[in-house]
């Protein structure tokens, strides 16, 4: 941050607005985007901007269908920076009038343009669901939906309730028998001490699923050695075969000892809701890799997770944006954090979520809708990339101009 400050600082002396106005919310982006996200491999877990998805979620919608998060990040702190621009020193009137310009050239109308722009895209987005204008009317342009059930378990906090495999399986048939036709399991509800222990969940979860003719998602951190465990969702299919096994690819740094599973998205192809993806918890906080289902144009992803405090609200908020950019619908089931339905659009017509408590379960109506197209899915993090070339060729070129200038001086 010191970095991008000392190269805003140089910036501002400079005659050229482009320098005053960009160089900041290019590094800013960067430092987020490159340094934290990638560099210490957080994603996008401690992102400031998280806090405005509230505030105003048709600009947050539009840019992130175009751009992803660092779009965000961008325009956020460009606002600080174009609102200092219309600030002049009345006590210098040689400076004043330097930095004053038409107004039709002032960053200040530019900045306008883009955030109208941007509120009528994403507000159009929100509110016009595909297919409903002009005076159409809900059953011709609202999508069915299937019941769909969230167990909600322990995390990896509790080994005695963990290995309590007949509450998830009671839970999971509750559930079943107010008509969910898919039951997740929130991230490491059950566990495993040995191959044994793995080989019995895993053949009851086969049972479960095949005897109640539903889709069966259920995780569990598996002991691989002592202090080395894997995180671990699989997927049975109603005819009671493992279609996906999954292990958690991005361990949360410094406080999961679990052995990282390969990079990829498994999904699968269902009658009754369309291509199905899965991925755990803190994968969702890295764009790039969520991104792969746009690749594989996945209508649904399932996401189990487990959080606590107040970090279960933000995580939830901060994971949602990953349906926004690739444009799918998702599941999330998540424990001490939100649970439900989140779509393509912010606050889209089936959004549906809880803060789920542990050992509980909740039912919810997921819309059959095929995925989205979005520009982000196509373009991925090219966005970010390029602020952080740019930002960082601007600051270097800043650095040099300034060493230059006080060696003319001397």
């Not at 982006?29 to 340094?35: L, R, W």
Request: net charge negative; glycine share 10%.
């Amino acid at each position: 941050m010191f970095f991008c400050l000392a190269s805003d600082y140089l910036a501002n002396r400079q005659s050229c607005a482009v320098f005053r106005v960009l160089v900041f919310p290019l590094l800013f982006t960067s430092i987020y985007f490159g340094i934290i996200g990638r560099g210490f491999g957080f994603g996008d877990g401690f992102v400031y901007s998280t806090s405005v998805l509230l505030g105003f979620p048709d600009i947050v919608q539009g840019v992130t269908w175009m751009v992803g998060r660092p779009g965000i990040d961008f325009v956020l702190a460009l606002f600080a920076t174009v609102v200092l621009e219309t600030k002049t020193d009345k006590s210098s009137s040689d400076e004043a009038e330097q930095h004053a310009t038409n107004w039709k050239k002032h960053p200040a109308t530019w900045f306008t343009i883009l955030v109208t722009l941007l509120a009528l895209f994403g507000g159009s987005q929100i509110h016009i669901h595909r297919g409903s204008f002009f005076q159409v009317g809900y059953p011709e342009y609202v999508p069915k939906s299937i019941p769909v059930g969230c167990v909600i378990g322990p995390g990896g906090i509790d080994l005695e309730l963990q290995k309590d495999y007949d509450r998830w399986f009671d839970r999971s048939a509750t559930l079943v028998n107010a008509g969910a036709k898919l039951v997740m399991w929130s991230e490491e509800t059950a566990a495993t001490s040995n191959d044994d222990d793995e080989a019995a969940l895993i053949s009851r979860a086969q049972t479960f699923a095949q005897e109640n003719n539903v889709y069966l998602a259920f995780t569990y951190n598996r002991t691989i050695v002592d202090d080395l465990t894997e995180n671990k969702l699989l997927v049975i299919t109603p005819q009671g075969e493992i279609a996906i096994n999954y292990s958690k690819s991005h361990p949360v740094p410094l406080i999961e000892p679990i052995q990282a599973g390969k990079p990829e998205i498994p999904y699968i192809d269902t009658p009754e809701f369309g291509r199905v993806g899965v991925a755990i918890c803190f994968d969702f906080n890295f764009p790039s890799f969520i991104t792969q289902a746009s690749k594989y144009n996945i209508d649904v992803m399932l996401q189990p997770s487990w959080t606590w405090g107040p970090i279960g609200t933000y995580h939830s908020r901060g994971n949602a944006l990953r349906a926004v950019e690739n444009g799918f619908t998702m599941l999330r089931c998540g424990s001490q954090g939100f649970s439900g339905v989140f779509e393509p659009a912010l606050n889209g017509i089936y959004t549906q979520h809880v803060p789920a408590i542990t050992d509980s379960e909740y039912i919810f109506h997921l819309p059959i809708q095929k995925r989205a197209g979005t520009l982000y899915g196509y373009t991925g993090d090219l966005f970010g990339f390029l602020c952080l070339i740019t930002g960082v060729g601007a600051a270097l070129y800043l650095t040099i101009k300034r060493f230059r200038d006080d060696q003319i001086r001397i």
